[in-house]
């Protein structure tokens, strides 16, 4: 199956990160390489793209498309990006960018087991080692499947899908998406049923556990932060409001100044904000990016500069 990829808020994160010909630039989630062969492209031969990506589908198709510019590629989780800079014997770089979530190969390609449209075998990892979703959904006890669906997922009947997986499994394996979500459907009231997929939030919650998403996170914008130089610039391009919240935070912290009660005369903390936002609110795509890529709909990019040091 190709490698599809059509990256969400092109224009609008080129224009972020304000790219300079003789720049040293990091696309941590390079994916089908959409972002980053836009961002090499505008690189004069001193400068220098970094695509990193856990998944090694991704890392040989992007490695491909990115032949012939100013483009290295790496098979590395984003989070480990201060190894790779290091082994590059690079410092620090001009910018950052981190598009998160599930590529549309990854979604697509039934064999991974991403999807609860197709029917596959239980996978859902990134990088196609360790931890699997047939893992969590086999072994795990009912307590923490109730605690990942609530906390990653958001999902209000957490209680009663975990319910129903630990009862179903008593008998045989859940081996494939097709098992789980029909398991899911008939654990949900028919209302719920009718009113929209129910597996959604499941299957995004069982999704972030096995790829420990949000530790890479939380890990890797700290990471991104300090291999920014001054004036550096960070995107980021979250899909839920789980990892939106966790980059809109940290960014928030990053830009926040003095620390002291409110009621003190004057500063005593002498603490001063490490970054400044480039943009108040998250950026979403246009009307007619909507209209062209569905996938878009959910994506929201925030953009940040670091302050001169």
Request: proline share 4%.
């Amino acid at each position: 199956m190709e490698f599809t990829h059509i990256p969400v808020l092109l224009s609008e994160t080129i224009e972020g990160l304000a790219i300079r010909p003789d720049g040293i630039y990091v696309d941590g989630t390079v994916g089908g390489a959409g972002h980053s062969k836009e961002i090499a492209s505008r690189l004069e031969k001193n400068g220098l793209l970094i695509g990193l990506d856990r998944d090694p589908d991704a890392v040989a198709v992007a490695t491909e498309r990115l032949q012939g510019l100013p483009a290295k590629v790496v098979h590395s989780n984003y989070s480990e990006m201060r190894k790779v800079l290091d082994n590059l014997q690079i410092t620090q770089v001009d910018g950052i960018l981190l598009d998160l979530g599930v590529s549309s190969y990854q979604l697509d390609n039934a064999e991974r087991g991403f999807s609860y449209h197709a029917n596959a075998k239980l996978d859902m990892r990134m990088n196609q080692e360790g931890l699997s979703a047939y893992d969590v959904v086999n072994t795990w006890d009912e307590p923490t499947l109730c605690k990942i669906l609530w906390e990653y997922g958001e999902e209000k009947f957490a209680g009663r899908i975990a319910e129903c997986i630990i009862c179903k499994r008593e008998n045989a394996p859940i081996q494939t998406t097709g098992e789980l979500a029909e398991l899911i459907k008939q654990a949900v009231p028919q209302k719920y049923r009718r009113d929209k997929n129910p597996c959604k939030k499941t299957f995004q919650a069982i999704r972030i556990a096995v790829n420990d998403e949000f530790r890479h996170l939380r890990t890797g914008l700290e990471t991104a932060f300090d291999c920014l130089k001054s004036s550096g610039r960070l995107a980021v391009i979250t899909f839920h409001s789980l990892e939106d919240r966790i980059v809109k935070q940290q960014f928030a912290s990053w830009c926040k100044g003095c620390i002291c009660p409110p009621d003190f005369p004057q500063c005593v903390c002498g603490r001063k904000p490490k970054a400044k936002l480039l943009v108040r609110k998250p950026i979403t795509a246009s009307q007619s990016e909507l209209e062209q890529n569905h996938r878009s709909h959910s994506a929201k990019l925030r953009l940040l500069e670091k302050e001169r040091g």
